[in-house]
């Protein structure tokens, strides 16, 4: 199986690709930006980034690829089961794992690295829209003309055949030698500073986007992202399943009780599971022990009362 296509596929319309056991893709949209050393002005767009901390099933892959092949969910699930354990044992023996138009996973010192493409843009609008030369406009500057005295003429040609320079000019290739292997050291150090705190505001982004889920009207669309939670709930004790359908989260408890009763209204036995760690009431509308039934039943809800129901999963 070649996932590589299907991937690409969803990155398009979702933030969040998981492929699951082994990691997920995260898009994050970036600005035009200005290459002064080039002189180029890149345009717009959507990179991705490689996530090996989320890790649960939240259906969309294997749903996406059963439909575009017509396979059953089950046997989908269970060919991408195998190729995952294939590629965790070929990172383990050194070797890369690529994904055509979106980048490279290897491990060094024993850590996953991934590599982007540098073709890559999941970004619609910027579809098509190529790097543009920026060749900056140069003012000429008039110098004004500099009088030289006989007896500084003098001066400067008896200076010069003495020609002491040398020892100056290999003192100053040797100091700017220094001084460019200094400011690459520290160059590098800011990047990897940087991918560390990107990395840390999407994983953020992603939590708290989550956590704060809201309740909408039953005849939106679905959401273009669903992810799986499995950050600990403060339980009040209400069910002990694995799997919970969560359709709103409310500061106050009167709020989530209504919402309860109004999907009791619909004919959902709906439920408040815990109090999530940003104060919010959480109501699941399923909780269940059976992972098929709780995607099924996730995306159904999706369509029909809320776009922004997600799947959360007691890692307890």
Known sequence: MILSPYINELLFDHECVIIPQFGAFVSQQEKATLNSSKAIINPPKRSVSFNKLILNNDGLLINHI????????????????????SWHKQLNQGDKISFEGIGILYKTNNQLTFEPSSIANFDKKA????????????????????????????????????????????AALIGFGLLAVSANWYTNSQRDKQQQEIAKQQQLALEKKIQTATIFV???????????????????????????????????????????????????EAQVIGINKYGLHQVAAKSTNDETEAINTLHKLQRTVSKSAWLYVNAN
């Open 218 to 268: 039953a005849d939106e669309t679905v959401p273009e992202v669903t992810i799986i939670q499995t950050a600990s709930i403060e339980e009040e004790d209400v069910t002990q399943a694995k799997y919970h359908i969560i359709i709103g989260a409310f500061r106050n408890k009167a709020n989530a009780l209504k919402q309860i009763s109004f999907l009791s209204q619909q004919g959902i």
């Open 127 to 170: 579809f098509g829209l190529a790097t543009i030369n920026a060749q900056p406009v140069v003012k000429p500057i008039t110098k004004p003309a500099t009088v030289v005295s006989q007896t500084q003429t003098v001066a400067i040609a008896q200076e010069a055949s003495k020609k002491p320079y040398l020892k100056y000019a290999a």
């Open 66 to 85: 059963a439909t575009k092949t017509a396979k059953d969910y089950n046997e989908v699930k269970q060919e991408l089961l195998f190729l995952v354990n």
